[in-house]
């Protein structure tokens, strides 16, 4: 029986003959619809995916099929080994690498003007655009008809065809398939070489062009020169010079020689974490040294990743509330459930000897094997607070580090979701957050790259707000959405009502990440999960709360009175207690609605 693929490859042969002008579009969407892959929703196997991305790799511009050979090598069964490995893994770093070596094998001889490795890693762009759509959410596959992809495949075609090498095509290649980008064998002995990665990864979000024919590489640094597209100021050309440990004036000197023999217009001399003191200073005010600038890692991102109008915001916002002030500690409650049954066997809770909440929440954001965490808790029982108060916390540790110039902890990003329940995705939630409220990027990949870096704190409160104004399906694709940004190397804390959950084991299930009714929005790794309950005020909690609002007698009054310490258990509950004292002393019925 022919397979699919076989079908498909004759049929591109057959076609190549036909003299009927009708352009590249129309013969792949012809060929796509006569085998039925014309929709993103037909291409349910690896096969399928594998035959659609041959229809689209055949034909150039005006419709003219690639040599038949070259067509005919994605036929044998090993190169389609190759890809099969691709659908199924991220990692491109092994499958690339032995594709292209059977090409080089297979076809190195057959040609004058291709290179096999190169045809091998532009079939490989394609297939992996259309690995990327078949995994999208559903309601974007939905919207991509066929004329639609035809034009996406063709701008990435277009965008590769630019590139200036085999290895910048590689890079690309690895950027698609979500592997990291990888280094010359050449980094290999140098110490910087976890710097370079990290610079790497960052310039290519940035889309900064790095020249192919110049990289040094020592033990202790390591050179490049990069352009930008669009100048961030009058120069272009930038020598970029990494280098482990502190900052020397030593480097100094050397950078500024190496701007001189390479040409370039100035050069931007990068540390991991330190610059000694007097290369600062001459960095800084030496005339003879105007062209070199020294960042350490987190000073070079500040200049594409500014935070400080959102940081502004949320101290305001904090000082606001006066929860730098009137804040309380929160306990909280964490149980045990058997792996198997789901029942509960066993308990622990955090109270003042173990720090409260906020150590438990400091602990797991040292653990690197669980990277997101759900707060549950009662109406008024002090989510909200806690997610103010606990970005107030790594507000003022980051500012610390910032100011004394050491490794900075996570930015805490607070986003309130009642402020953004109409958002679809969580691609256009940030889009509000970020890029229109609070201008702090310029695009999703770089906020993707800034998160699995590691180097934000996100905390999304109020998820009932949320999930109140839909149904069960889409609060649980709500949720998934949300889940996407808890990759490796990021923390994410979501809270939620307790109450929102009518079914308790429902609601742990989902804010575990253990009811997976809906996956399609999760992409690649899956993120790990907790769940905390807070506790109510105990009588001592209470009582702390009353004497930084009321006076001596009114705590006394509220503190004897059982039907108002059973409210106050919810801090929410303590200011409209006092307000609605009088009423209460007038022999009013005492409820919570009532007093809300």
């Known amino acids: 029986m022919e397979l699919l693929v076989e079908k498909v490859i004759n049929a591109i042969l057959r076609a190549t003959g036909i003299e009927d002008n009708i352009g590249r579009s129309q013969r792949v969407i012809r060929l796509l619809e006569r085998f039925n892959l014309n929709s993103i929703e037909s291409l349910v196997s ?53 594709g292209q070596a059977i090409a080089q094998f297979k076809l190195k001889d057959k040609f004058l003007e291709l290179e096999p490795k190169r045809e091998l890693g532009a079939f490989s762009t394609v297939f992996l655009e259309i690995v990327k759509q078949t995994r999208s959410p559903e309601e974007i596959r939905q919207e991509h008809l066929l004329y639609e992809l035809e034009r996406q495949i063709r701008e990435v075609q277009l965008e590769i065809q630019k590139l200036p090498s085999l290895e910048a095509l590689n890079q690309h290649v690895y950027k698609m398939s979500g592997g990291r980008l990888s280094l010359p064998p050449s980094a290999k002995n140098s110490n910087a070489a976890q710097l370079a990665h990290q610079l790497m990864e960052w310039f290519d979000v940035l889309n900064y062009d790095r020249d192919p024919d110049y990289e040094v ?68 005010t030496d005339d003879a040294y105007t062209d070199v600038t020294c960042y350490t890692f987190d000073e070079l991102l500040d200049e594409d990743a500014d935070f400080s109008n959102y940081l502004d915001w949320l101290e305001e916002e904090i000082k606001l509330r006066r929860i730098h002030t009137d804040y309380l500690p929160l306990a909280c409650r964490k149980d045990e459930l058997d792996p198997i049954s789901q029942q509960k066997i066993g308990v622990s809770i955090y109270r003042e000897e173990d720090g409260w909440i906020d150590g438990y929440v400091d602990k797991w954001l040292d653990d690197p094997a669980k990277e997101h965490l759900s707060v549950l808790g009662e109406f008024g029982t002090g989510k909200t607070w806690f997610s103010l108060h606990y970005s107030w916390v790594a507000l003022q540790r980051y500012k610390d580090a910032k100011k004394r110039g050491i490794q900075r902890p996570r930015i805490p990003i607070l986003i309130p979701l009642r402020d953004y329940s109409k958002s679809v995705t969580v691609e256009s939630l940030f889009s509000e957050f970020f890029f229109r409220k609070h201008e702090i990027l310029k695009s999703y990949s770089a906020f993707e790259k800034l998160n699995r870096m590691g180097k934000l704190l996100l905390i999304f409160d109020g998820f009932d707000e949320m999930a109140a104004r839909v149904n069960r399906q889409a609060m649980i694709d709500n949720f998934w959405g949300l889940a996407r940004v808890a990759v490796p190397g990021a923390k994410a804390i979501l809270t939620c009502r307790t109450e929102h959950f009518p079914d308790a084991m429902e609601g742990r299930k989902l804010l575990s990440a253990e009811l997976k009714a809906s996956t399609a929005n999760l992409t690649g790794e899956t993120p790990q999960f907790e769940v905390l309950e807070l506790e109510k005020f105990s009588d001592y909690q209470i009582r702390q709360l009353l004497v930084k609002k009321t006076n001596s007698s009114t705590v006394c009054e509220i503190m004897t009175n059982p039907q108002l310490i059973d409210l106050a258990r919810r801090p929410v509950m303590v200011e409209l207690i006092i307000e609605a004292l009088p009423d209460i002393e007038s022999s009013k019925p005492i409820d919570m609605s009532r007093i809300y």
């Open 46 to 98: 690896f096969e399928d995916v594998y035959a659609h991305a041959l229809v689209h790799y055949a034909f150039n511009e005006k419709g003219l099929c690639k040599p038949e050979p070259l067509i005919s090598f994605f036929k044998e069964k090993e190169v389609r080994d190759v890809f099969q490995i691709a659908y199924r893994d991220n990692d491109s770093s092994v499958w690339l690498a032995k």
């Open 217 to 284: 590489w020592q033990v202790k640094y390591f050179e490049w020169i990069i352009s930008f597209p669009k100048p961030r100021r009058k120069f272009s050309r930038i020598l970029v010079r990494g280098v482990d440990g502190e900052v020397s004036v030593a480097d100094l000197q050397s950078v500024q020689k190496s701007i001189k023999e390479t040409e370039s217009d100035e050069g931007w001399l990068v540390g991991s974490r330190r610059i000694s003191k007097a290369a600062r200073l001459i960095s800084d």
